[in-house]
């Protein structure tokens, strides 16, 4: 998972509180994206970006909201956390075309209570 | 939106068998990929697939791209204990222009019994 860096990998906070996931990545992609995975749901996308300046909504984008101020960061922030947001968020990046590959960040645990 | 059936679910296989899995969705994909995810990890990139009708191998691993794009297989052979962990198809599609949609399956879970 080189190249991309989450932080913190482990967080709890009390229903009510905002926070911000940090991602990282230092290969120059243009295309980043935040996923959240549950146990029988797989993966799923909450947003992604393009590029510096540009963000959209992915398949569960409520209670989220990014930014995406420079190329290398794209955080994602929580803004009235809920129990229903406990959960493993992973930030990822690429390229951007036909043949990207895609690369993982490491996983951010939370758990709101 | 993109659905991606991927099977089995969970597979409980003994050491030194052979494993299949597949995804198959419900319109054409642009590019396959296979990831593994161990536990407290993040996904890791296995195998990318670019055209229809390729296979292409990594090791013990095998995938391919279906003919008419809407599917893809990944084989293990001689499975060992490291294989354990969630195998994950993924399909890139072109949502226009320059903007590509990753769309995941729900994994497959491999057990493999020393």
């Known amino acids: 998972n080189a190249g991309v860096t989450q932080t913190p990998k482990f967080q709890v906070l009390k229903t009510g509180q905002s926070m911000t996931l940090q991602c990282a990545q230092d290969?120059?992609?243009?295309?980043m994206s935040w996923y959240r995975q549950d146990p029988g749901m797989g993966l799923r996308l909450i947003h992604y970006?393009?590029?510096?300046?540009?963000?959209d909504q992915g398949e569960v984008p409520n209670g989220y909201n990014v930014s995406r101020s420079t190329t290398e960061d794209f955080p994602l922030r929580l803004l009235s956390a809920a129990p229903s947001q406990t959960s493993v968020y992973f930030c990822?990046?690429?390229?951007?075309?036909?043949?990207?590959?895609?690369?993982f960040g490491e996983g951010s645990w939370l758990t709101v209570v | 939106g993109q659905q991606l059936n991927q099977s089995p679910q969970s597979m409980f296989i003994q050491e030194g068998e052979d494993v299949s899995m597949n995804c198959t969705s419900s319109s054409i994909f642009n590019t396959w990929l296979w990831y593994k995810q161990e536990p407290g990890e993040g996904p890791v990139l296995l195998i990318a697939?670019?055209?229809?009708?390729e296979l292409t191998s990594n090791g013990r691993l095998t995938a391919q791209f279906g003919i008419t794009r809407k599917d893809s297989f990944l084989n293990i052979s001689a499975s060992i204990p490291s294989d354990v962990g969630i195998y994950f198809c993924a399909g890139l599609e072109n949502s226009g222009g320059s903007n590509y949609k990753l769309t995941f399956g729900k994994g497959t879970l491999l057990t493999v019994n020393p």
């Open positions: 970006s393009v590029g510096a300046g540009i963000t």
């Open positions: 697939l670019y055209k229809a009708g």
């Open positions: 990822a990046s690429s390229r951007g075309d036909s043949k990207n590959t895609i690369y």
């Open positions: 290969m120059n992609h243009e295309y």
